[in-house]
């Protein structure tokens, strides 16, 4: 799944040094991600992981890393096996 997030965050958000040498950890605010990308991150992630962030998720935490975003997309994947 990282590889896909990557992959995802690589197309749709400007990263002064790219995403390759960024860790799971690394804050994505940190390496240049603006609030437009962020929205731009989360659609993008809506329409590969045929999810819909919940209102209770859009927050700037959930969008900071890819390990964030991994854990909360699990969390959705996870919920609607469930539910």
């Known amino acids: 799944m990282n590889v896909k997030i990557r992959d995802i965050i690589a197309k749709t958000v400007e990263l002064p040094g790219g995403v ?3 860790v ?3 804050d994505l605010y940190e ?3 603006t609030s437009f990308g962020s929205v731009q ?3 993008a992630l ?3 992981f045929d ?3 919940p209102e209770r998720m ?7 890393s ?3 975003i991994r854990a909360a997309l699990e969390e959705l994947r996870s919920e609607n096996v469930g539910g």
Do not use: H, K, P, Y
């Open 20 to 22: 390759t040498d960024l």
């Open 24 to 26: 799971d950890t690394s």
């Open 31 to 33: 390496a240049g991600m």
């Open 41 to 43: 991150l989360m659609l």
């Open 46 to 48: 809506e329409e590969a």
């Open 51 to 53: 999810v819909e962030f």
């Open 58 to 64: 859009l927050n700037r935490r959930l969008f900071s």
């Open 66 to 68: 890819i390990a964030t």
